[in-house]
């Protein structure tokens, strides 16, 4: 039974400058990079590259009550109403071995990422430079996007415009020190970060961060498993881990697995308690006919029996939900229902 209908209209483009051809860098840990050898290469200045991108949208709960909305999940608390997502630009430059990135947001959506800074529709998604002194290690200082979860902040990325239970009440980005490194197939990070989602955190405990990745031979599964760990306070501490599955069966279908664990511990005198947790898994199933039209159905089930996120008021649960979208391409134009 349809219980709610959601369009979302998204533009999307990317602008590289023509002045100075790029050369090798190390852009991201993921098994799609093949190392060889540790040469570094020349100290070359490589092209700016832009992409910008707005989204607005339109939602109505067929299931709502008519003073307040009952949605649960992040960016779209509205109801009967039409509403601007974000404009988004991001800049990535990168000189030799030294590589930087700006990722600006305008708008609700923005604010909401950045929920912990102070109340703006401006907000810094992303801001941090890298150092790769081999063609298979890097190093990032700033404020990233996590790694843990399928499914990212921005719009156009994802195949459904409504987020997973999974994505709202995990971690958003993190601030800190990473390590990166790659071996054929596989991929390494581990690093040191601010409590979640807070890009300043003066005298608080430090975080882990960490994650290993793998491929087969001709990319077509990929796995990620995650995790972040530490203290919020010196009164709880939490941790998560998270996996994620990447499957291409043909240029026309893929699927796409999100399961993850989280768990809190609270101080009771000296010592802490036993852990509270949620739980999601998640299978996503994208099917892509033909080059202006794709389908996606993303069924999740969420369980929170000791009340550690919104979703459950009075008493814990569980949720089983299941969203379908159809992603309309004209041109750089997605129109998703």
Do not use: C
Not at 58 to 87: D, P
Not at 277 to 299: E, F, K, M, Q
Request: hydrophobic share 40%.
């Amino acid at each position: 039974m349809l219980r709610k209908f959601l369009t979302a209209f998204i533009a999307a483009g990317t602008i590289i400058s023509t002045a100075i051809a790029q050369t090798n860098s190390l852009n991201t840990i993921s098994p799609d990079s093949v190392i060889t050898d540790n040469e570094v290469p020349e100290e070359v200045k490589s092209n700016p590259v832009i992409t910008a991108s707005i989204d607005a949208y339109y939602r109505y709960n067929f299931s709502n009550s008519k003073t307040t909305t009952n949605n649960f999940t992040s960016f779209t608390n509205s109801q009967n109403s039409f509403e601007l997502g974000m404009a988004s630009v991001k800049l990535e430059h990168s000189i030799g071995k030294v590589g930087m990135v700006a990722d600006l947001g305008f708008g609700k959506r923005a604010e909401e990422f950045s929920y912990n800074d102070d109340n703006t529709r401006f907000a810094i998604k992303q801001l941090y430079a890298t150092y790769s002194p081999w063609k298979n290690t890097k190093f990032t200082a700033g404020s990233w996007a996590t790694h843990i979860g399928y499914e990212l902040v921005d719009a156009y990325a994802n195949k459904n415009y409504s987020m997973s239970y999974m994505f709202s009440y995990g971690p958003f980005f993190h601030t800190g020190l990473k390590a990166e490194y790659t071996a054929g197939k596989s991929g390494f990070m581990l690093g040191i970060a601010n409590p979640t989602d807070f890009k300043s955190a003066s005298f608080a405990n430090k975080y882990v961060v960490a994650q290993y990745s793998v491929a087969t031979k001709n990319d077509k599964l990929k796995a990620y498993l995650n995790f972040l760990g530490g203290k919020a306070n010196d009164s709880s501490k939490n941790n998560q881990l998270d996996l994620v599955l990447l499957g291409t069966v043909s240029n026309k279908f893929s699927v796409g697995y999100n399961g993850t664990v989280a768990s809190f511990k609270q101080k009771v005198g000296n010592k802490f308690g036993e852990a509270d947790s949620w739980w999601g898994s998640a299978i996503y199933l994208n099917v892509d006919p033909v080059s202006w039209l794709g389908l996606t159905l993303r069924s999740e089930y969420f369980g929170d029996k000791k009340l550690q996120t919104a979703v459950f008021s009075n008493a814990g649960g569980n949720i089983f939900a299941n969203t379908l979208s159809a992603n309309f391409k004209i041109d750089n134009l997605i129109i998703i229902p």
